[in-house]
Nanobody
């Protein structure tokens, strides 16, 4: 069983930056692809980005390409989401997600975090 805890959310002005962290407990995530999703109020949850279990490849959604970067530290059992040039439309609850062991990508999601709120003011 994997428990995922996100942190680093908050309120930031448009154009600013935040770094989200997702720390896993209960089991290592070193052999799992990891991803970030987000859900704005009244909208469906949407994919943001994922990173392979080795960290060798990433995929970034079009809406955040060039602004967001995902990375991981398998020693710390932690995944990061660096968010730059934030826009009001980035406001959402951001969820960390773990894929299956040795899977190639996320989704599909095997474990979800509880989410952290990011609010970008104009």
């Amino acid at each position: 069983q994997v428990q995922l805890i996100e942190s680093g959310g908050g309120l930031v002005q448009a154009g600013g930056s935040l770094r989200l962290s997702c720390t896993a407990s209960g089991s290592s995530i070193s052999r799992r692809p990891m991803g970030w999703f987000r859900q704005a109020a009244g909208k469906e949850r949407e994919f943001v980005t994922f990173i392979s279990w080795s960290g060798g490849s990433t995929y970034i959604g079009d809406s955040v390409k060039g602004r967001f970067t995902i990375s991981r530290d398998n020693v710390k059992n932690t995944v990061y989401l660096q968010m730059n040039s934030l826009k009001p439309e980035d406001t959402a609850v951001y969820y960390c997600a773990a894929g299956g062991e040795l899977s190639l990508r996320v989704p599909p999601v095997h474990y979800w975090g509880q989410g952290t709120q990011v609010t970008v003011s104009s």
